[in-house]
């Protein structure tokens, strides 16, 4: 992929920051399925499957910590955590739940710390889909993270349901607003099977304010490449949203869902719960997570 100019590149970061300051006071409140479901998986891996793998008192890096929820986890677990966000909103909210100097303000692609400061980097909520130069998130996570440790990603997956969602939406003219047209839908899908895509991700504010933001959904092939290049080497692979993406993620999303949608959603995610881990299923949610080891 040709690398973007820099003036579009840090346009795309501050746009991405003054929307996240602007949502940052209700950040927390979002109600609905889709993020509930989302983070309460996150939460879970993280104290099952990825904080037994670090010493005790280990030194970890909450890459995008948002308002601070996974930095929070980390830190009432015994971990020496630090936090970093681009939004100083998110930053500001996340301080006054934990106190000042533990969640910073900081470009996730030009880390203010020495090579081997952590022993885990955790990034999750998505971050690495808002990073036009995603290369350089990879570099800079290789570069502090300890030989020897580990590292928990988080991203939008391409091959997920919603993907055929948001064809039949564009095709209707739109009714559950996914905010693309039938032919950027194609070009998704057209793309090298192992390439991931730019799309247009809503950030709602209320029923009437939407704020559009460009993201970047990768593929598990992206992800295990990019990590490789910066000597981690991928030893698991989980999913979010595999089988309750059967359900639009717009639909998903609304505050307050019919009573049917919420019907539905309890007996797909019953389902999903014991299936997560396991292929195919790990494969195709809206969220994928590996966690990496760094071996060189």
């Not at 300051?21 to 983070?39: K, Q």
């Not at 704020?211 to 692979?237: D, P, Q």
């Not at 539905?264 to 966690?291: C, H, Q, T």
Request: proline fraction near 6%.
């Amino acid at each position: 992929m040709a690398e973007k100019p820099l003036f579009v590149v840090e346009a795309s970061k501050r746009e991405h920051a003054a929307a996240y300051d602007e949502a940052s006071d209700i950040y927390d409140t979002y109600e609905g399925l889709f993020f509930p479901y989302l983070f309460g998986r996150i939460h879970g891996l993280l104290k099952e499957r990825f904080m037994p793998l670090l010493p005790a008192g280990a030194r970890v890096l909450d890459v995008g910590c948002g308002t601070g929820q996974q930095t929070r986890l980390f830190k009432e677990n015994g971990y020496e955590v630090v936090g970093i966000d681009i939004s100083e909103g998110l930053v500001r909210v996340a301080s006054r739940k934990m106190g000042e100097g533990i969640c910073l303000v900081s470009d996730a692609c030009k880390l203010p710390f020495p090579d081997a400061t952590f022993d885990a980097i955790s990034s999750a909520g998505s971050t690495v889909n808002h990073i036009p130069d995603y290369p350089r998130f990879f570099e800079e996570a290789g570069r502090v993270l300890k030989p020897g440790g580990y590292l928990f990603l988080e991203s939008d997956n391409k091959w997920k349901p919603d993907i055929l969602w948001g064809m039949a939406s564009a095709l209707a003219g739109d009714p559950l607003g996914y905010h693309e047209t039938a032919s950027e839908v194609i070009d998704h899908v057209k793309r090298p099977i192992h390439e991931g895509y730019p799309y247009i991700f809503p950030l709602t504010y209320d029923d009437s304010k939407v704020k559009l933001l460009r993201l970047r959904a990768f593929t598990l092939h992206e992800l295990r490449r990019e990590l490789e290049g910066v000597g981690c080497e991928v030893i698991a692979v989980y999913g979010a949203h595999s089988l309750t993406n059967l359900i639009p993620s717009t639909v998903m999303l609304k505050d307050r869902p019919g009573r049917f949608t919420k019907a539905l959603f309890s007996m797909l995610k019953v389902v999903e719960d014991r299936a997560y881990d396991k292929w195919p299923i790990n494969r195709i949610g809206m969220s994928i997570m590996v966690i990496a080891k760094k071996v060189s």
